[in-house]
């Protein structure tokens, strides 16, 4: 039994840290949220040059052949640091989508450029009427002159204003929610028919309301097989789950850390309040909380390989401890920097913000208990 | 035992209905119904429409213009206004100073502050806390050094809620060191916030709206006969204001209104094909509010029925803060759930009257879901935070 991480990947770590320390500046966030601009193309360059942008992907894909410790050791610093650069929305979900089934020249034609951090694309897993069921597809795909016409609408497509390919999972047969009968294609963002209503998200982060009229694609623009998608598109979700779930502990133990130092600085009633046994106990559930986190995640990050069921299960008692935990130890964040807790201008807050955001990514706290309760009947 | 109403009771909930039915003007319930946040000139506008019915001073004595209702009319008008959802007057004037003037101000005072608090011609803000006096207020800093027939006050308020929109502030000082307990070196006067040397900085909160203020008092000089009452019972008069609020610190009328707002939303709206009221985790989540909200009307009811008969509160009206809190945010954290995908959009641009509705982002008011969630935060912390009332609490209910 091992449960250290190799050099290589302690590097990888590390390299991200310094990054996020040294170079990407609350500040200078801040400034990307409050403009009109969605993420800096500047480190979105930077991510390319350092590989970060490579590592999920095969060598023969041109990638850096990581896997599940590399996305979290990364996700991790990326939620200390706030980072707003869609990670995400590019290499987990989309990349994720290309990766698996896409053939040589569509790698060539997309893949390459993600990974190069020349092209920005989005995958768009939800509907309005969805909740997070992926498989509640109402956009269609109807064959005609043996092209394709997709009509429907997307809703939170992440990164969808930036993108410039979007991938949509379309309705080639079946009813609204068969997990059989759904298709991906890859669209270009600039093709007729598509509009897009393009937003700010709460945690910083940007996404599109995306409608889809009388789109006419070729065949080309299949990714995978014909009404054979949903496994594609439910292992790129459970991916980014546990993605999203990594950067979460990272924003866990950042704000636990955060609330230790200001109360031990905060003096009133003529003593730091750290010294309060009330909260001192407080301060010590999260603390728990967090290494409860931490613990989950590594058990899904070793049980990855396995796959199916019981990756999924991991995965899913990860999200919601993520879910729950989370939330007390956000809010207790909040709580125990009084005022500030509630301020702009102060970090904790916007870290309670992505760490809100991430419980409704993929599936709530809920949605992953009723998940795992009915993979564990299955096993 | 029972807790129907008189039939003189039933007459003024009727009355009280009506005129929320009459004269609540549909411009602001519109604004209030589709979170629309209020302009000053709408808030000022109701609080008149409040005055002219003489409901404006439900709390003051009918010498100064008060209502002279009894708790179980204030509980009724409380349902009646949760029920319309209509705004509450803004508390610092009719709620906090004016209760504080005509207790222990001069007739000079009471003559020239009280009618136009009442009125709403004039807008008050509190000027209590210090960036390094939060809980523990009486450590506040900002000085009143007398000189001649002025105060000169220096120092800092912050957390001033609508300080942005006040002519007058209220503020809690230092009038003397040289005192045995630093609650005795405190006074309570009165600015006109156009006097020179008072500079107001927006704070931003969490959810990015500009609700509080940092205010800053620089040689800044009051006539002495802004100081209400004596110099260095301040704190006095302060612990005062506190015990005005008992009928609606626990906002349980509006967290019940809520409530069955929640339960309409998740009731109509379908969510992955069903909707989410039919989900049992989320059934069960609304269940335990409902539970815990019907606990907190009565902890209120049996306060409201000690007074009625001319006791003082029991020990079960101090919990009733902490629990109102931290039900409503519950209650937040539901509506939240409900939203789903939806509370992540950040489009506060849309909650502007007539915002076109090809260009909205979700439906309803889903995406202002998550700017109450985080803004409300908040509740727990301020008024006195839930830890400092549960001090109080354990010091001055269990003896500990």
């Known amino acids: 039994m091992d449960l250290s991480i190799s050099v290589e990947q302690k590097i990888l770590s590390e390299s991200v840290a310094r990054f996020i320390s040294n170079d990407y500046l609350f500040e200078n966030r801040m400034k990307i949220a409050e403009s009109t601009e969605y993420f800096s193309k500047e480190c979105w360059k930077t991510y390319a040059e350092l590989g970060w942008t490579a590592v999920p992907f095969s060598e023969d894909d041109g990638g850096l052949g990581g896997g599940p410790v590399e996305i979290m050791l990364m996700m991790k610093e990326f939620g200390r640091g706030l980072v707003i650069e869609p990670f995400l929305a590019n290499i987990i979900l989309a990349g994720g989508i290309l990766k698996r089934c896409a053939s040589k020249e569509q790698k060539e034609k997309w893949l390459t450029k993600i990974i190069g951090g020349n092209l920005q694309a989005a995958l768009a897993f939800n509907e309005k009427q969805s909740g997070f069921n992926i498989a509640n597809i109402s956009t269609t795909a109807k064959k005609e002159n043996g092209n394709f016409v997709l009509n429907g609408e997307k809703s939170l497509v992440l990164n969808g204003g930036s993108a410039e390919l979007i991938i949509i999972p379309a309705r080639t047969s079946g009813k609204q929610d068969d997990i059989e009968g759904i298709t991906l294609f890859a669209v270009p963002a600039e093709v007729k028919g598509i509009k897009k209503k393009n937003y700010k998200t709460v945690d910083a982060h940007s996404a599109s309301e995306i409608t889809l009229s009388n789109v006419n694609v070729t065949k080309d623009a299949i990714i995978g097989r014909i009404d054979n998608a949903y496994k594609t598109l439910q292992d790129t979700i459970d991916d980014a789950t546990l993605a999203v779930s990594a950067e979460a502990i990272g924003i866990m133990k950042s704000l636990h850390e955060k609330t230790v130092e200001y109360t031990k600085s905060r003096v009133q009633f003529g003593v730091p309040i750290s010294s309060f046994q009330a909260l001192q106990h407080r301060m010590v559930d999260t603390l728990m909380e967090c290494e409860q986190s931490e613990s989950l995640l590594l058990w899904s990050v070793m049980v990855y390989p396995e796959g199916d069921a019981n990756m999924q299960k991991a995965i899913s008692a990860l999200k919601y401890q993520i879910g729950t935990a989370g939330k007390h130890v956000g809010q207790e964040a909040v709580q125990m920097h009084g005022g500030m807790g509630v301020s702009w201008e102060l970090d904790v807050s916007h870290l309670f913000k992505r760490l809100t955001a991430i419980d409704i990514l993929f599936g709530n706290a809920d949605f992953h208990l009723d998940r795992f309760v009915s993979l564990s009947k299955k096993s | ?400």
Not at chain 2, 101 to 114: H, M, P, S, V, W
Not at chain 2, 329 to 348: K, N, R, T
Request: glycine letters at 8%; a positive charge; proline letters at 4%.
């Open chain 2, 1 to 400: 035992m029972h807790i129907s109403f008189t039939s003189k009771e039933i007459a003024f909930q009727k009355d009280v209905r009506q005129f929320f039915t009459e004269k609540y003007p549909e411009a602001i319930k519109h604004k209030q119904n589709n979170a629309i946040t209020l302009s000053r000139d709408d808030i000022v506008t109701w609080q008149k429409i409040l005055f002219k019915q003489g409901w404006a001073g439900i709390n003051w004595p009918k010498e100064h213009g008060g209502t002279g209702w009894t708790p179980v009319h204030k509980y009724i008008f409380a349902i009646e206004m949760a029920n319309a959802n209509a705004p509450a007057m803004v508390p610092f004037g009719v709620q906090m100073v004016g209760p504080v003037i005509y207790t222990f101000g001069n007739e000079e005072q009471k003559k020239r502050f009280l009618p136009d608090i009442l009125a709403s011609n004039v807008w008050w803000c509190q000027g209590y806390s210090e960036p390094g006096s939060g809980s523990d207020l009486a450590s506040l800093r900002m000085t009143a050094d007398r000189k001649g027939d002025h105060y000169i006050l220096n120092g800092t308020k912050t957390w001033t809620t609508l300080g942005q929109m006040a002519d007058w502030i209220f503020c809690l000082v230092r009038t003397s060191t040289d005192v045995a307990r630093k609650q005795e070196g405190i006074s309570f006067v009165l600015a006109d916030m156009k006097t020179p040397g008072i500079t107001v900085r927006p704070i931003i909160t969490i959810e990015g709206e500009h609700e509080v203020n940092e205010i800053h008092f620089e040689d800044t000089k009051i006539p002495i006969t802004n100081l209400i009452g004596e110099e260095g019972k301040g704190w006095t008069y302060g612990k005062v204001l506190l015990r005005h609020e008992r009928t609606s610190i626990a906002g349980v009328a509006r967290s019940q209104y809520r409530l069955r707002r929640l339960r309409d939303k998740t009731g109509s709206s379908i969510v992955n094909g069903e909707p989410l009221s039919k989900n049992p985790n989320f059934s069960r989540k609304m269940a335990k509010l409902e539970i815990e909200l019907k606990a907190l009307e009565y902890t209120e009811l049996r306060t409201l029925a000690a007074v009625a008969v001319g006791k003082a509160p029991g020990p079960e009206s101090s919990l009733l803060k902490i629990r109102g809190t931290e039900i409503q945010q519950h209650i937040d954290e539901l509506f939240m759930e409900a939203s789903g995908y939806f509370a992540l959009p950040y489009v506060p641009d849309q909650y502007v009257l007539d915002f076109p509705d090809d260009q909205r982002i979700g439906s309803g008011s889903e995406t202002a879901t998550s700017l109450r969630y985080f803004n409300n935060r908040k509740a727990s912390i301020y008024g006195g935070s839930n830890e400092i009332q549960k001090n109080i609490i354990a010091k001055h209910v269990l003896g500990l």
